[in-house]
């Protein structure tokens, strides 16, 4: 299977080097040198990496053959992939495995997943409610028990009011500015 793992972005200095957005978690390990990555467009690849670098928080990568700014700019845009092999992680799914997957409440389903953000500390899914509102879910596996892929389902056991707080309290704000006078009606007037 084909993960994406990076998109190329701008130009860095003269000698070929681009700006890298990462998407995997061991960028050093999986950009080194030598390591060698399928393009979309496919026109483009495949790259082989030549050096890599860190930038204050931004991967720098040159890659073999590309040695003028006037290359490098070519491949702006491109996304790199590597070929993953199952490495028997059973509690590690890609962003892309778990895109729509209904998202259910013991038998209830509550919406879909429409995202994954990995953070240093803990992933959180993205899930779509049945109302179209975005709800940051906490990734683990108290409040995420199962993930089910053959049968297209992530079941949750979440918090009381993990799917209704902000529409709470977006309500109440609303409700106190009416009481109070400073709503938008008759604003400026």
Do not use: C
Request: aromatic share 6%.
């Amino acid at each position: 299977m084909q993960v994406q793992v990076a998109r190329i972005g701008k130009p860095h200095g003269i000698r070929g080097e681009v700006t890298v957005l990462v998407l995997t978690d061991a960028p050093d390990s999986r950009f080194a040198a030598g390591a060698q990555f399928a393009v979309e467009p496919a026109k483009l690849g495949p790259l082989t990496v030549a050096s890599s670098r860190w930038n204050k928080d931004i991967l720098l990568l040159g890659f073999e053959g590309t040695t003028t700014r006037n290359e490098a700019e070519l491949l702006r845009g491109a996304t790199l992939f590597f070929d993953s092999d199952d490495d028997g992680d059973d509690d590690a799914w890609y962003e892309h495995e778990l895109l729509d997957l209904e998202v259910r409440v013991g038998t209830e389903v509550v919406g879909k997943v429409a995202g994954l953000r990995t953070l240093p500390v803990q992933d959180l899914l993205i899930v779509e409610d049945n109302d179209g509102d975005e709800v940051l879910v906490p990734f683990v596996d108290e409040i995420v028990p199962e993930v089910n892929l053959e049968d297209g389902y992530v079941r949750l056991t979440p918090p009381d009011g993990l799917f209704s707080v902000n529409k709470d309290v977006e309500g109440k704000a609303s409700e106190s500015k009416e009481a109070d006078g400073t709503g938008t009606e008759g604003a400026g007037q």
